[in-house]
């Protein structure tokens, strides 16, 4: 068939002009970047990983363009190579955590994920660029700090990054809606799924990395009960995780749909972890608090195909934290016992997924697809555990009188209707209106509901004469969104709305509002006028360059980040919680340092004026 011989010339032509261009890639960019990379202890050894990945992508795309799309598990097996050198570009990362440079391997390390995109369907093109934010988020950081010092480094990061932009637009010029699979050519055959279906060992192994979970909770009730109880609701989601993982062996994979509910679970259970988080008092453990929200994130391993990377980037997260709890609690047993607990509970996960799911879920082939509501729901051990922790509060006394229940009243003195006040009113008082009452009752919680709902509406990114509107843009905890706005000095940024959201703001701007969002990160270089953040929660805001003022109101739990040209920022608070600032060390060599803003004050009358001062805490 002439037409058919036609269209062959033509795929072939197409897709040895792809392979050309990811050849040029590692040519004209890699391979010069590696030549440069002596610039710090680990530069050789990251360079090298680095190159082998783009080698093993390479060879990835001459078979993908060959071929039609096959399985997902033949899929995994084709790219066990390049997830082979993600894990060993963690690995690294992991090693060099406790070097200064350790910002310049996790930029790295964020900055591989690039090659991810191969897994993407549609939005590949927009998956690199997102994963260049990511990664320069740490890049921007390293870059000014060794701004003026070591511009071997600056240049180093600056060529990695040009790396990663030819990545996207090579992504962009050959694969726009995802791999270009060879759909005309014959050799369909080769990639028919002959896999057996897989065995039953998967939630047995499981079952053996649970074991170190209840030495983990245990370790934690030795500390605070609150603790104890933020430790079993980890505990839950773990155990949510089996069942869901029970059920990954008997099924086939879903579609998104389904996919995705049957993720329900354990979503909830991450969210149930930041709740008992959050009900943690002590401020003393607010270190410990951190480590066990990001130990949460693990979780969402089972949603991503580079699995290992996941979970070891995550850990790095936690020891991040618990770094900080050996330092200040270097003599104190149960503390430092806590932070190996945790740190075995980690790598026992890391092994466990590494074995059995090294590139994604080991589903069940030629099984029934998983349906959204197959993961039986799973009983709460936390709760038992809030229960038990109740008797070692100060109040435990109390709440022993209160469980009592109507016999709370047998010591009481009887009291006969003349003593009553309610009996013997005078005057003209007019009796409880009790249907007026409820109407005002539900008012108020009507008016309480609608004061702290969460602002929903349609996503919106548009500049609106010198005002960029950037408004309920929503991602989730296993996927935060990434949004990225180019402004000028005579622009101002609004944000509204947003949740689980990263927005990079490129350029010097105006003034910036942030306004009911919540776990949204902030990232600009510089800005003219204030930064301010009002009916806020947990949310993260970061300069690069200058900032002179910041205004928080009304938030709950931010972070703000400045670099060494805004530490002259002035920082105005008011009704806030748990806000924090971190602030560079005083040589580049040096950690940052985090300070919390004063929550609580003394105020004493000096004649006929008041002088407030801040409560300051030891340690």
């Known amino acids: 068939d002439l037409k058919l ?32 990379s002596g610039c710090f202890g680990k530069g050789e050894e990251t360079a090298k990983i680095v190159l082998k990945a783009y080698e093993a992508e390479r060879e990835f795309l001459a078979k993908a363009v060959a071929m039609k799309k096959p399985s997902d598990e033949k899929l995994g097996e084709m790219l066990a190579e390049t997830s082979a050198q993600l894990e060993a570009m963690s690995e690294c990362h992991e ?71 030819e990545t996207s637009n090579y992504v962009k010029a050959h694969h726009t809606t995802g791999v270009a699979w060879g759909s005309t050519s014959g050799e369909a055959a080769e990639v028919e799924d002959n896999s057996a279906p897989t065995g039953g060992n998967s939630v047995q192994a499981y079952d053996e990395f649970l074991k170190t979970v209840p030495e983990f909770v245990k370790a934690s009730e030795a500390i605070s009960s609150e603790l104890g109880a933020a430790a079993a609701s980890l505990e839950d989601a773990f155990n949510t995780q089996r069942a869901f993982l029970a059920q990954v062996e008997e099924h086939s994979k879903p579609a998104d749909e389904e996919f995705m509910g049957a993720l329900q679970p354990q979503i909830t259970a991450m969210d149930d972890v930041g709740t008992a988080v959050k009900k943690i008092k002590n401020r003393d453990l607010d270190q410990h608090g951190k480590a066990i929200e990001e130990g949460a994130q693990v979780i969402a391993w089972v949603s991503v195909p580079t699995t ?17 709890i050996m330092m200040k609690y ?31 879920l080991a589903w069940k082939a030629g099984a029934p697809a998983l349906k959204a509501d197959a993961v039986p729901k799973v009983e709460k051990k936390s709760a038992n555990v809030v229960k038990a922790s109740a008797g070692d509060s100060k109040q435990s006394a109390l709440f022993g009188e209160i469980s009592k229940g109507t016999d709370i009243s047998k010591g009481l003195k009887k009291v006969d209707d003349s003593q009553k006040t309610h009996k013997n009113r005078t005057g003209d008082a007019k009796p409880i ?18 004061r702290d709902a969460f602002p929903t509406g349609e996503a919106k990114t548009a500049l609106e004469g010198l005002k960029w509107v950037v408004e309920y843009h929503v991602g989730d905890r296993m996927d935060k969104k990434q949004l990225e706005i180019e402004v000028d000095k005579s622009h101002s940024v609004y944000i509204y709305g947003c949740q689980n959201t990263f927005i990079k703001i490129i350029g010097k701007v105006n003034s910036i509002t942030i306004d009911k969002c919540k776990k949204t990160q902030v990232m600009f270089e510089s800005c003219i006028g204030s930064v301010e953040l009002t009916s806020c929660n947990a949310c993260e805001v970061q300069v690069t360059g200058t900032l ?3 205004s928080i109101d009304k938030t709950n739990e931010a972070m703000l980040y400045l670099s060494r040209d805004s530490m002259d920022v002035a920082i105005n608070t008011s009704a806030c919680t748990c806000i924090n600032v971190t602030v560079p060390g005083k040589t580049d060599d040096d950690d940052t340092i985090e300070m919390n803003i004063p929550e609580q004050f003394i105020s004493r009358i000096t004649g006929n004026k008041i002088k407030t001062t801040a409560m300051e805490h030891s340690g």
């Not at 036609?6 to 002009?17: A, C, P």
């Not at 050309?20 to 004209?28: N, V, Y």
């Not at 310049?104 to 998956?127: C, H, M, N, R, S």
Request: charged share 30%; hydrophobic share 35%; with cysteine.
């Open 5 to 36: 011989q036609f269209l062959y010339f033509i795929e072939g032509h197409l897709n040895m002009s792809a392979i050309a261009d990811f050849d040029a890639l590692i040519s004209d960019y890699v391979q010069p970047w590696v030549k440069t």
């Open 95 to 165: 090693s060099n955590s406790r070097d200064p440079t350790s910002k310049y391997t996790q930029t790295i390390q964020e900055g591989l994920q690039a090659l991810v995109w191969v897994t993407v369907d549609k939005t590949p093109v927009p998956f690199t660029k997102e994963t260049i934010s990511s990664c320069m988020f740490y890049g921007n950081k390293v870059m000014m700090e060794q701004k003026g010092k070591n511009d071997e480094v600056v240049q180093w990061i600056k060529d990695f990054k040009g790396i990663l932009e």
């Open 308 to 324: 290992v990377p996941h979970v070891s980037e995550q850990k790095d997260q936690v020891v991040f934290f618990t770094q900080k």
């Open 330 to 360: 270097k003599n104190e047993e149960d503390h430092k016992n806590w932070c190996g607990k945790y740190k075995e509970l980690l790598e026992a996960l890391i092994a466990y997924v590494k074995a059995e799911h090294k590139t994604g």
């Open 433 to 450: 209106d009790e249907e007026a009452l409820e109407k005002k009752k539900a008012a108020n919680a009507a008016a309480a509901k609608r």
């Open 548 to 550: 002179p003022s910041c």
